[in-house]
């Protein structure tokens, strides 16, 4: 469980936005935006693993986004197998989210990770997401 306040503070101006460079713009908020957000372990057993997340967002302007999902783990000694589904609601383009990942060693000391993420977007349709990553 957990929550958050980002950019929170008061209002500001941009500086040196006259023709000269000097001077200060207009007075604009702060862009804060309010989150919360909370998952669990629904099953936890020896190689299977499913958790579930959902996290509330709401900006300063525009609408409330909220974003739910579930991802199962399936290990293998030090191979680890992710399936990953979500939607995220209140979003023009977004919605629909599945993915794919590997976690293995890569050498005595260190571990490697590939993951793989479908998100069906209105206008650019199928976006595919891929990631490498080495943790030492």
Known sequence: VGA????FGPSDRWAGVEGNGVGLGEEFPMPTLYRAGASIRVYD???HR???????????????QFH?????????????AYGR?????????????LGLGLKFPSSAEADARIDYAYINMENLSHVHRFSVAFMF
């Open 45 to 47: 057993v020896v190689t």
């Open 85 to 97: 589904a979500g939607y995220r609601f209140g979003y023009d383009e977004e919605g629909l989210t």
């Open 68 to 80: 739910t999902g579930a991802e199962y783990t399936f290990n293998r000694g030090n191979l680890y």
């Open 4 to 7: 958050a306040i980002q950019n």
């Open 50 to 64: 499913l958790s579930v997340a959902a996290d509330y967002k709401r900006p300063r302007t525009g609408d409330n």
